[in-house]
């Protein structure tokens, strides 16, 4: 029984395999929709970048020219995901550190309120 679920595990992960492959190789490429580990000819880059509305922030120009390296393509949007992530974490952790305060206030009158208690009773 596990031999049968062996294979039809493999054989599931080889059609997926073949499914990329086929889909990948397909010809079809918008050049400012997709990621490629190919860099783009000179003459083929446009003139000017498409505008498009984009959710997630996209951080400033590097300083410095992109090298066209194999991350080359994803600094810019890195930059942006880690800039949301910060902003995000920041907001977090204020919130967090809000109720941290709130419980530890409201456990210190508990443990006065207790300890007034103990102490009046003796």
Known sequence: ????RFRVLTAGVMLLAVVLVVTRTS????????????GV??????????????PVPTAAAPTTPADGGVLGAL???LSGLFHQLNSETKHSAAG????????????????TEFLDWVVGRH
């Open 1 to 4: 029984m596990a031999t049968r």
């Open 75 to 77: 600094r810019a949007p």
């Open 27 to 38: 010809g079809y490429s918008d050049p400012g929709r997709s990621l490629s580990w190919a």
């Open 41 to 54: 000819p000179v003459s083929a880059q446009p003139a000017a970048p498409p505008v498009e509305a984009s």
């Open 96 to 111: 967090q550190y809000s109720i941290l305060q709130d419980i530890t206030s409201a456990l210190r009158d508990r443990i």
